[in-house]
């Protein structure tokens, strides 16, 4: 069976040391502990990295052991990633002021993965959102869906 491939957002790998959050954190934990079955194939780009550069110095420290730990492909950040992006943004599919999450959303339409995995429900993870992402998907050249899910969707 062919492995499904993940883009994993910053905030999956933000909510494994949310303490404050008990409920997330625990099915974060249950999540990461989970893909090792590989079944998965794991993606990240310069956009998540971006915002862990932008955490204080322990958790940064913390997340950057986390992905050295799980070791996801990085997917560069190229103009077509930029492009759809934008397009998302122009379009109002998401504010102006989201422009890491339109990023997050693009590159894991232009690699062509399966799904983007967030605790974003707001701007990522939940069913308009992807129907608007995928009318300009589709306006773009890009076929294949992209499901925009949480962890536990792919956790239970």
């Known amino acids: 069976m062919k492995k499904l491939k993940l883009y994993l957002e910053t905030s999956v790998w933000n909510f494994y ?3 404050d959050v ?4 625990a099915i974060t934990r249950q999540f990461f502990h989970s893909l090792p079955n590989d ?6 780009s310069d956009a998540v990295l971006d915002e862990i550069e932008g955490a204080s110095h322990d958790q940064k420290n913390q ?3 986390l992905t050295d730990h799980y070791k996801p492909v990085r997917l560069d950040l190229n103009t077509s ?3 759809l992006a934008n397009a998302y943004l122009r379009h109002q599919i998401l504010p102006v002021k989201s422009g890491y999450d339109a990023q997050h959303i693009a590159a894991a339409t232009v690699y062509q993965l ?3 995995v967030s605790w974003n429900s707001r701007q990522i993870a939940n069913l308009h959102r992807q129907r608007q992402v995928q009318a300009i998907n589709l306006s773009h050249g890009y076929t294949k869906p992209l499901q ?3 962890p536990i969707m ?3």
């Open 148 to 150: 925009m899910i949480t």
């Open 114 to 116: 399966d799904a983007i």
């Open 81 to 83: 990633v930029y492009e």
């Open 22 to 25: 008990p409920e997330k954190q």
């Open 17 to 19: 040391y949310a303490d």
């Open 39 to 44: 079944k998965y194939e794991l993606y990240i």
């Open 154 to 156: 792919v956790a239970g």
């Open 63 to 65: 997340l950057l052991q």
